[in-house]
């Protein structure tokens, strides 16, 4: 059964590049301070902190959270680029592989474009990273068909998708009546390696990381009304600023849940 917890949305500035073996450390003191703020779901952003699965597993144990980490998988040709959700047991509850790649991924080979969803002592949690849920407007609908109760969003979204990225979750979570916790890095220039050395600097990108929850409805005329009332980005309750930040929201998945099921009876192609 769905329940209420305390989400954050994890905004690190990274240590010069992605790959640097310091963000470990660093997202280790991450998870502390969000722990600090009540939370006991983390998500991070795509590929944060790159590599160290097992210290964050352990420090996941040690402080009794679910946390979303973005790590870079070795394949048998580059990397995948994956979200690992990991238990307050300091176990793995599972993996997506980004699917939909973009831009700059020159290191990187798409996962199978399959939509993953993951139970949890709190509900089931899917995982879509950036543009997979940016770019592809029906994964999200996927995600709640198989039964998610909460979408996690890694991501480093730049460009236009930066420049859109609070509307279009906006609208992914109005639409299919779903929590979103979206987590990206602080404002910084990123740096593409290749062989150890510079390959490319791509503009600023970061920022923003965000909680979004539906507008409380119990029929379709209640989201309409909403709708009249707000701007579509008015379903972000928790925003962070420019800078490295966790922000947290609580989010009532219970209640969520239920809201959603009376417009899916009202209307079964909702969403």
Known sequence: M?????????????????????????ALELMEKAASLGA??????????????????EKAKEL???AIVGIAESSTKRFYN?????????????RQRKFHLLGSWIDFEPGEAVVEVFETDFGRVSMLI???????????????SKGADLIAHPAIPGGAIDRNWHPTLAHRCVVNYVPIVASTTARWNPIVERDGKVFMKLPPTGGGSCILIPPPASS?????????????????VAKAGEGEEVVVAEVDLEAISEAREKLMEEAPGWG
């Open 2 to 26: 769905p329940r209420k917890i305390v989400a954050a949305a994890i905004q690190p500035m990274p240590k010069q590049t992605l790959r640097n073996p310091e963000n470990v450390a660093h």
């Open 40 to 57: 006991e779901f983390l998500c991070f952003p795509e590929l944060y902190p790159w590599s160290g699965l097992e210290e964050l597993l």
């Open 64 to 66: 009794g959270v679910y």
């Open 82 to 94: 994956t979200a690992v959700l990991i238990g307050p047991d300091g176990r793995e509850v599972g």
């Open 130 to 144: 950036c543009s997979d849920l940016l770019s592809l407007p029906q994964t999200a609908t996927i995600a709640i």
């Open 220 to 236: 379709i005329s209640d989201v309409k009304n909403w709708l009249s009332k707000h701007r579509l980005e008015e379903c972000i």
